[in-house]
């Protein structure tokens, strides 16, 4: 019930990690973007809410995405969706029964996937948005107008039967962090992603305001 993108970037000093989604139902950061220094995985359907947090477990083991998305979906993965990256790869998972329209594409670095979507276009748009835009960017700014592509092109259909939404975005750098505007979320709006990007504006200008305060 849920779109979402997942990406590895090189950064100065190791791999940068993010995840960006959006849904028409409230609190969608507290579920889908699972982020850590070893990858980044979004889960969406009907599946164990803690498969993304056990997959990052098993990537801290040394397990690669690919194998921890297997070992979540093997007993009974026919609803859900999980999808992420790695340091070395990417990995997919959409069930037969999940909502439809559903389904996932992987490209080098990142991954993005739907349920409930108003066309397999919004994948499309998603990986364009991502791929095409702001390159010299920062990775938050341009997982936000990813996000916003794919609602240009439909998003989750529900719309118009479920008017209040929400859409998260997280980004992490392992060794040197991010700032807090890095970790974001809007869990209930008429508007979330159009509420996502304002608040990152608005929290980016208020950190850095901060910063120049006090040091």
Do not use: F
């Not at 690919?66 to 992420?84: K, W």
């Not at 750098?173 to 504006?201: F, I, K, N």
Request: aromatic share 4%; proline share 5%; charged share 25%.
């Amino acid at each position: 019930m849920t779109y979402s993108i997942c990406v590895r970037e090189r950064a100065e000093g190791g791999v940068r990690y993010g995840v960006a989604a959006a849904t028409r139902l409230p609190a969608v950061g507290s579920v889908c973007p699972h982020v850590s220094a070893h990858g980044a995985v979004a889960t969406a359907g009907v599946t164990d809410p803690e498969a993304g947090e056990r997959c990052l477990s098993a990537l801290a083991a040394g397990r690669s995405v690919g194998d921890a998305i297997a070992d979540r979906t093997a007993a009974d993965g026919a609803e859900s969706q999980l999808h992420g990256v790695d340091a070395e790869s990417t990995a997919a998972h959409t069930g037969p029964d999940c909502r439809p329209v559903a389904g996932h594409r992987t490209g080098e670095g990142y991954t993005v996937a739907g349920t409930s979507l108003e066309g397999k276009e919004v994948l499309a748009a998603l990986e364009r948005g991502y791929r095409e835009n702001e390159r010299d960017a920062p990775l938050v700014r341009r997982l936000l107008t990813a996000l916003a592509a794919g609602e240009r092109e439909g998003g989750d259909r529900r719309g118009e039967d479920l008017p209040v939404g929400s859409a998260a975005v997280v980004v992490a750098t392992p060794g040197t962090g991010e700032p807090l505007y890095h970790d974001l979320r809007v869990d209930a709006s008429d508007t979330p992603v159009a509420d996502l990007r304002e608040t990152y504006r608005r929290a980016k200008r208020g950190y850095e305001a901060a910063v120049e305060r006090y040091g």
